[in-house]
């Protein structure tokens, strides 16, 4: 086999570590809005999206340590991240643990992003790569989720949990707008540099 051919094998791998977890998680995803929608364990769902979220970046280590990484696994990872992250949003307003403008902000983010990807599929290049403040503020969102959770709780540590997540939910949401301003400029020129390739 050729060092192609190895290279072909390997990123097109499906049943993979990484690609298992983050399966995974996407399949405990109902899990997680049934548990906060409809019987309130909050207690349980905190611990699942904990435990989401210590998959999350498992994955991730995962592929590097054990050299996993595959076409799907680059889809697929983000694909769940911004899931969990507009799931946990939706259900935190329908608890009332955030104001709706905030998700609304964050989950117009997304959309806003998806209408720039034609510009790229139109003119045959990939979706542009995802950029470390985009992954920062990902990581951001993700830590300070289970934060404001957790501050819904009943225990000694509610307020300095509460205080916390939202301290990294405003950073992150602020990230996480700033690299939307910076994805949108780079499809801007995507579409003033490369021309339309005919289908």
């Known amino acids: 086999m050729t060092s192609g051919e190895q290279e072909l094998a390997v990123t097109d791998r499906v049943l993979t570590v990484p690609n ?5 998680r996407l399949l405990l995803l109902p899990v997680f809005a049934y548990l906060l929608l409809v019987t309130h364990a909050d207690g ?4 699942l999206l904990m435990l989401t979220g210590f998959t999350d970046w498992l994955d991730g280590k995962l592929a590097r340590i054990l050299d996993q990484s595959s076409k799907l696994g680059a889809l697929l990872d983000p694909l769940v991240d911004r899931l969990y992250v507009v799931t946990t949003l939706v259900t935190f307003v329908a608890r009332d643990f955030i104001p709706w403008w905030v998700a609304a902000i964050l989950i117009g983010r997304d959309l806003i992003l998806a209408l720039t990807l034609p510009i790229y599929r139109r003119r045959g290049l990939p ?3 995802v950029i470390y403040l985009g992954k920062a503020a990902t990581f951001l969102l993700m830590f300070a989720l289970p934060l404001v959770l957790a501050g819904y709780g009943d225990w000694a540590i509610a307020g300095f949990t509460h205080a916390f997540g939202f301290a990294f939910l405003i950073w992150g949401t602020v990230l996480y707008v700033w690299t939307a301003v910076i994805y949108v400029l780079k499809a801007a020129r995507i579409a003033r540099s490369y021309e339309v390739v005919p289908r």
Request: net charge negative; charged share 10%.
């Open 20 to 24: 298992i977890l983050s399966m995974a």
């Open 44 to 47: 349980w769902a905190l611990a």
């Open 127 to 129: 979706p542009p790569e």
